[in-house]
């Protein structure tokens, strides 16, 4: 099975900050690695699937980078709306797996 | 549009069965190009894959949770089930279905609203 670490826990931030979430895979993935988006009482959303393409509908704020064990997510400038939790899922082999989660919230 | 609704009950009694139905509206899981699967999060954790297949082809389950596992389709109803037996607090969570394309199978698209299951005496 393939773990992915998500880091920071939880990153305490204002609205217009820049968000810089880490996603790291215990063997490589290639670019198999997508970001959801959770909000409380909400499933999960697709925000970025196979490291950096954009889902349909997702503002160009976000944007990920990354291949083989290392990705991040970066939000360019927080809106009130991205104060959520993040999570990083790989499909490089046929168990797909979630990371923990990073939590951004309101500094 | 296509939408997922799981259903089923939220109280389960520990070393039963937990069943659970996902009813698909707006498309067809006959209709091919998507996969179909199951998630759980545990309250305030994270999310935990438990299965997923393709019409027809091959079911995949998580090693951890496969001899425990069942999973069947009725087309005429448009659902697809889940069973797992043997339960216990471990795993109580929120049950998820969902669908992605087959092509890119591990990518979700679209999710149920899940529905909470709690297993409890």
């Known amino acids: 099975e393939i773990v992915l670490t998500q880091s920071p826990a939880t990153l305490s931030l204002s609205p217009g900050d820049v968000a810089t979430l880490s996603c790291r895979a215990s063997q490589s993935v290639g670019s198999y690695l997508a970001w959801y988006q959770q909000k409380p009482g909400q499933a999960p959303r697709l925000l970025i699937y196979?490291?950096?393409n954009r889902a349909s509908g997702i503002p160009a704020r976000f944007s990920g980078s990354g291949s083989g064990t290392d990705f991040t997510l970066t939000i360019s400038s927080l809106e009130p709306e991205d104060f959520a939790v993040y999570y990083c899922?790989?499909?490089?082999?046929?168990?797909?797996?979630f990371g923990p989660g990073t939590k951004v919230d309101i500094k | 549009q296509v939408q997922l609704q799981e259903s089923g009950p939220g109280l389960v009694k520990p070393s039963q069965t937990l069943s659970l139905t996902c009813t698909v509206s707006?498309?067809?899981?006959?209709?091919?190009?998507?996969?179909w699967s199951w998630i759980r999060q545990h309250p305030g954790k994270g999310l935990e894959w438990i299965g997923y297949f393709y019409y027809g082809e091959n079911t995949y389950y998580n090693p951890s949770l496969k001899s425990r596992l069942t999973t069947s389709v009725d087309t005429s109803k448009n659902q697809f089930s889940l069973k797992l037996s043997s339960v216990t607090a471990a795993d109580t969570a929120l049950y998820y279905c969902?669908?992605?394309?087959?092509?890119?199978?591990?990518?979700?698209?679209?999710w149920g609203q899940g529905t909470l299951v709690t297993v409890s005496s």
């Open positions: 196979d490291a950096s």
């Open positions: 707006g498309g067809s899981i006959l209709s091919g190009g998507y996969y």
């Open positions: 899922q790989q499909r490089s082999n046929w168990l797909f797996t």
């Open positions: 969902a669908r992605g394309p087959w092509m890119s199978r591990g990518v979700i698209l679209t």
